[in-house]
């Protein structure tokens, strides 16, 4: 059975930083491009930003970039996002996803996924 399960989240002050972690169990994550998604309250999902499969090129949507760092473990099935100067437009529930269709990155930028993780809150507030 697959599953993508993530932690981390919270709540952090504007400026602050937060780490989210995503562990993938039941297939071979380094097969697999993957990424993080993002719902803010009352909004459609977005891309936030993705990895290809050895971790060597990433794609960041502009609203992240310089922010937000991606990153992967294929010896531990894990993904990470390190996300810095957060901004209150940055609350939401954040996924982490995988494309088992591909390698690249080029498929999860337009929204492919078929393995999503639970959804984990993050809250910038003051």
């Known amino acids: 059975q697959v599953q993508l399960v993530q932690s981390g989240g919270g709540l952090v002050q504007p400026g602050g930083s937060l780490r989210l972690s995503c562990v993938a169990s039941g297939f071979t994550s380094d097969d697999y491009a993957m990424g993080w998604f993002r719902q803010a309250p009352g909004k459609e999902r977005e891309f936030v930003t993705a990895?290809?499969?050895?971790?060597?090129?990433?794609y960041y949507e502009d609203f992240v970039k310089g922010r937000f760092t991606i990153s992967r473990d294929n010896g531990k099935n894990m993904l990470f996002l390190q996300m810095n100067n957060l901004k209150p437009e940055d609350t939401a529930v954040y996924y982490c996803?995988?494309?088992?269709?591909?390698?690249?990155?080029?498929?999860?930028?337009?929204?492919?996924?078929?393995?999503w993780g639970q959804g984990t809150q993050v809250t910038v507030s003051s």
């Open positions: 990895i290809n499969w050895d971790g060597n090129n990433a």
């Open positions: 996803a995988a494309d088992s269709s591909s390698a690249y990155f080029y498929g999860l930028v337009k929204g492919t996924a078929d393995y």
